[in-house]
């Protein structure tokens, strides 16, 4: 449950906010994460959401406010 690496950003590197998006359209957008060393063997979490730029309120997605990614153990 803690939060090992983070990275909040407008889309497509602060290009593409998604105010402009089209619907079907795809937008690229790429997020480095470097997690911090002698991390413990096991699984990690990936988690990934939107959030309102005004309001700082997350979106929903699938009636949760992130979709969650399980990342091999080591």
């Known amino acids: 449950g803690n939060i090992l690496a983070q990275s909040d950003a407008v889309p497509a590197g602060w290009t593409r906010p ?3 998006w089209l619907p079907g359209e795809y937008v690229v957008d790429v997020h480095t994460l470097t997690l911090p060393s002698g991390l ?3 699984q990690l979490f990936f988690r990934v959401g939107l959030y309102d ?3 700082g ?3 929903s997605v699938n009636g ?3 979709v969650l990614i399980t990342l091999p153990g080591s």
């Open 53 to 55: 730029p005004v309001t």
């Open 40 to 42: 413990p063997p096991g």
């Open 57 to 59: 309120e997350r979106l």
């Open 64 to 66: 949760t406010d992130a």
């Open 18 to 20: 998604t105010t402009g």
